[in-house]
């Protein structure tokens, strides 16, 4: 059956494993390259809008051919009267399917890893402190393991919706936008809150080199004990009192450079807050984040294969 | 006790939207026959085989396959069933030797000597790509498949669209050694009735969604009569026969009946049908007039 499945996606299957195989070549060549000549370039944009739509390329270009694909080549009548049921016979093809995806999702994520890594290490040693490199959006998304929840979940996608809509190449495009809403859902409003931020808190409103560079979720002043907002009051909202005493001491003390924020915070019961999500946490919002999409492309994986026998033939 | 049919059906229903593409259709075909399914293009043929072969799931009603209720994932009944569909499909970028790995790979009981003996018997290479074949080729490879799974129960849907007359006879061959040999029992559809009636025992008549006639074909033939003369008149007829239809060619009229007691006072000829004869008379009977001009396209015609 392994046989079956292979041979009737293998178009597909050989065009993402070359796909993979070229971003790899590209990727290591451009790795190697930055290693000799030890300028240090991050992503430019369009490196990372290639990079954020190869696992949507893969997942659905694997995906959305699955089901469609035999209706398109009118081969489903002869698949679902051969000897298995619908549900063997998707299964073992998702099987083969997820397992490709997965291959060339995670040949990607670990170039992209290697290629982080050739960078941050030096910026590291370079700049001191400097620490904060992949938990940042724009790398954070285009490493690590998310690559590959982000390709398993266009897969299911694509799957869903080839068996709804019966057409490739319908299937991949109403794919796209699903994607693109699921990915910024969880980037904007789930991923900064999967792991409790880190805290950072001082008088001064002058930031530690190692939060400047970590991923910063708010900042703000606020009553002294508390890391966040009173309900219904936003993370920009300064209290009178405190312009107050800031304007006093600024009039009192012109010419003497002294800062007037620890005193003036101390008085007013305020502090400086930051909220941030530091390199440390990478691999457990990794973590969260691919569990997240995994669970999501299981789920509807298997509505897929429950509703399968439903499907018209 | 009447031993279990291979194909039995209780109402089955098919409806699409408003239109009903097979209604109350009750049936029971017993094993080791070759039945012909008849009637017009869209007459139901090819909805009642998919549901059969556990395709379209039914509105409504019951399907018995070998005694045993048709479930779409009952995975043992599926290898009992052969399904060729009207389109014929096969992978076209396929082999026909991968065609075969992917028969054997997907069908328990595959049986490896039969389809290459089969698609040695026709040259048909096995290095060839499937889209590459002929037409009539393509259907022979889609048929080796269906044989080679060995299933008790075969239903072919216009199995011979594509083959020339000696591949259709040689087909027709093929059918009545399964049977004779394996005794299963095929369920046969095409509007082409002269195809069926040199094999077929049992005729199964659908026409508009509704089954008009099922039964043996030596019974449905003892017990149609044509009636020959000048006139469609059917005074002195038994009063327990009834009329089918009847047409006119020229000055002679040819009216089906379908008798319950021998017919001894008829004025004119009266003969035994033919299976075409009994087809199309239903077709004429009781559907629309378009349906029965397709028929006619499709049969022939009647022939007295």
Known sequence: ?313 | MTPTPAVETVELSKRYRRRWAVRDCTLAIPTGRIAALAGPNGAGKSTLLRMLAGLTTPTGGEIRVLGRDRETSDQELLGWIGYLDQERPLYRGFSVAEMLRYGRETNPGWDDDRAHKYLDDLAIPLAARIGKLSGGQQAQVALALCLAKRPPVLLLDEPSGALDPVAREDLMHVLLQAVVDDGITVLLASHAISDLAAVCDYVVILSAARVQLAGELERVLATHRLLIGSTDRTFGLPSDSTVVASSRTGRQVSTLVRMRSPIETWAGEVIEPTLEEVVLGYLRGRSAHVEVQRAQAGVGGMTS
């Not at chain 1, 954020?52 to 694909?69: H, S």
């Not at chain 1, 997240?292 to 509703?307: E, K, M, R, S």
């Open chain 1, 1 to 313: 059956m392994i046989w079956v499945a292979w041979r009737t996606q293998r178009l597909q299957l050989l065009v993402t494993l070359g796909l993979a195989l070229l971003l790899a070549l590209w990727l290591a060549a451009t790795g190697l390259g930055m290693g000799h000549s030890q300028t240090w370039k991050y992503w430019t944009d369009g490196d990372v809008l290639v990079l954020y739509a190869v696992p949507a390329i893969v997942g659905l270009g694997v995906g959305a051919p699955l089901v469609a694909g035999e209706f398109d080549r009118r081969t489903q009548r002869l698949a679902w009267t051969q000897g298995m049921t619908r549900r063997q016979w998707l299964g073992w093809k998702i099987a083969v399917g997820a397992v490709v995806v997965v291959i060339a999702s995670g040949l990607l994520s670990s170039l992209t890893q290697w290629w982080t890594d050739a960078i941050s290490i030096p910026l590291r040693a370079n700049a001191g402190g400097f620490t904060g490199v992949k938990i940042l959006p724009t790398a954070f998304d285009v490493t690590g393991t998310v690559i590959i929840g982000y390709a398993l979940f266009a897969f299911a996608v694509g799957v869903a919706l080839g068996a709804a809509i019966r057409r490739p190449g319908w299937a991949f495009a109403a794919g796209v936008p699903v994607f693109i809403v699921a990915r910024l859902l969880i980037q904007l409003d789930i991923r900064p809150h999967l792991i409790a931020p880190a805290i950072y808190t001082n008088l001064t409103l002058v930031i530690a080199t190692k939060v400047q560079s970590a991923w910063i979720l708010a900042s703000g002043i606020l009553p002294a004990g508390r890391t966040s907002p009173l309900p219904g009051h936003s993370w920009n909202a300064v209290p009178r009192s405190l312009s107050a005493c800031t304007s006093a001491v600024k009039s009192t003390f012109p010419q003497s450079g002294i800062t007037p924020w620890p005193h003036c915070l101390t008085v007013n019961h305020l502090h400086y807050v930051v909220q941030y999500q530091p390199e440390s946490h990478y691999w457990l919002l990794q973590g969260a984040e691919t569990g997240i999409f995994v669970a999501a492309a299981l789920l509807l994986l298997g509505l897929t294969v429950l509703g399968i026998r439903r499907v018209a033939p």
